[in-house]
């Protein structure tokens, strides 16, 4: 992607391109969950009928309570959720009888805890399986998985394990020689625990087979991987746990300060994360080693970075812990230009998109433009205010921009242009209903079909990155939105049906996407 940098960029390279945000956990299938097996396959068929060149998907980490992608028990590991059980079987790891023995899942919901039980049986039945029958080349390979990846599998495959034997709780809850990763407590878990650590170590074994295999898949088809990478990591995780210089916790483990931002378009309390901080300047002594391991990881898996909360990077929210919301915290001062020059040292020309949404400043479009990072522009928020200072209005993109309809936090862009009228606004006031009258000028629009007016005006815009999310694709409301900022329970939940996936919607996309000069080169 075009940039104006002072340093050589670290952005996408320049080149008009489309694509479409969807996490796997949403795609079609029988086992209660998308994943990386047929279904896979499928969408990328349809990416690429579409003449589309991107698919961007949320993180990729085992999730937790909440079932967040953004709050996950390891930055390292995958979600062994998205383990394809069909592979499992076509590797003679499960049988036909394991896979027809299934319960009757919700097609277009996920039951987490229901699929939870689900796969957890069939995975130690595979597990075990391969215990029995692994050849000396299959023991081999798994042996160097664990070697190449020790510096994170072995405390996440570990902490896995203690957090089971407790029950689910969180790791500053468990003995205190055990928290504190006192050696003989450690070595002694390794010991007892062992069957269930090489479980853990047997699923992401599997987890980095099948990924690799979909990486290999979407070359083919001639689609680049796009990756997120959230700035903070969840408390109850490998990483605070093995860890805790790095974070701003007391004696008992508990954070101190927490992550979160101030009043916004979202939400008038703020939004209260409740991560952990980072302490940048323990960090900065080791040169950033952590998160330069954690982002050379992502960019082996995928072609393209997201990185969630840019503004954070050069100062972000601290809230006390104990706070109830997030209205009082403070601004503090980030890792800044040391941090991504030491990126940009390891990673290159590696293409980083750069997520500056909210409050940004002048400093945080400064550091951005420093390292030829592209921004984002979404949509949803380009009609409201006053349009020649709207950084969201098309008409004042750049190219280095990756455009969006809407993201995983906003409302469908159906159920967005559909959404009720705030209680505390009456109808002649509502600001809402003004930036829908202020969007059908704009797009010259009689407001059947919102979605695809949107769609247009996101692939016919001057940024050379446009991805559309699934659900506004397929012309779906509020039922299909996939997460509401501030909600603990009930998101994440939505997937689709493969019949969804007509030729006609196909077409459709391929057509406007032709149109707009985002059709790949070599396309016929």
Known sequence: MGCNSQEKGIGVKSSRMSGVLLHPTCLPGPFGIGDLGTGASQFLRFLQASSQQVWQML????????????????????????????????????????????????????????????????????????????????????????????????????????????????????????????????????????????????????????????????????????????????????????????FYLDEAGNPTVVAGVPPDYFSRTGQLWGNPLYRWEVMAASDYAWWLQRLQTMAEMVDLIRLDHFRGFEAYWEVPAADETAVNGRWVEGPGAAFFAKVQAVLGDFPIVAEDLGLITPEVRALRARFGLPGMRVLQFGFGGELRTNEHCPHNYSRDCVVYTGTHDNNTSLGWWHEAEPADHPSALNPMQAERATALKYMASDGTQPHWDLIRLALASVGDLAVIPLQDVLGLGQEARMNYPGKAEGNWEWRFTSDMLTDDISGRLRELTALYGRTPADAP
């Open 59 to 246: 993180p990729l980490g085992p999730t937790g309570y909440g079932n967040s992608p953004y709050q996950t028990y390891s930055a390292f590991a995958g979600n062994p959720l998205l383990l394809s059980l069909e592979a499992l079987w076509e590797d003679d790891l499960l049988s036909a009888t394991d896979l027809a023995d299934v319960p009757p899942f919700p097609p277009q919901r996920i039951d987490y805890d229901e699929v939870r039980v689900f796969k957890q049986h069939l995975f130690w039945k595979a597990f075990e399986t391969f215990q029995r029958t692994a050849t000396p080349s299959q023991r081999d390979e798994l042996a160097a998985f664990r070697q190449q990846r020790a510096e994170w599998l072995d405390d996440y495959t570990l902490f896995m394990a203690l957090k089971e034997v407790h029950h689910g709780a969180s790791w500053h809850k468990w003995e205190r020689d055990i928290a504190v990763r006192e050696p003989a407590a450690l070595a002694g878990c390794q010991k007892t625990l062992l069957p269930q650590v090489q479980f853990h170590t047997f699923l992401q074994y599997q987890f980095f087979r099948q990924w690799q295999a979909l990486k290999a898949a979407c070359s083919q088809h001639r689609i680049r991987l796009f990756g997120d990478v959230p700035i903070f990591v969840a408390h109850d995780s490998a990483d605070v746990w093995s860890h805790p210089e790095l």
